[in-house]
């Protein structure tokens, strides 16, 4: 199964305006991995939660507000 993450923005839809990565996973591990380095980068390009895919389904979702 390809693990990949979706970007939610502050109307609960896509961020808007920003060339934001698409990134396929192996693993979620991988996954989780990948987010752990890339995620105030993701943050700064206005995303504010993320959700983590498994092929069409939603594992979880997570907030990328550092105090949350």
Not at 31 to 40: F, I, K, N, Q, T
């Amino acid at each position: 199964m390809a693990w990949t993450w979706r970007y939610i923005g502050a109307d609960d839809g896509a961020p808007r305006g920003a060339d934001l990565p698409e990134e396929v996973f192996t693993s979620r591990g991988d996954a989780e991995s990948w987010l752990g380095e890339h995620w105030r980068e993701l943050s700064e390009s206005g995303v504010e939660r993320v959700a983590l895919m498994d092929g069409d389904r939603e594992s979880y979702v997570m907030s990328l507000d550092e105090a949350g």
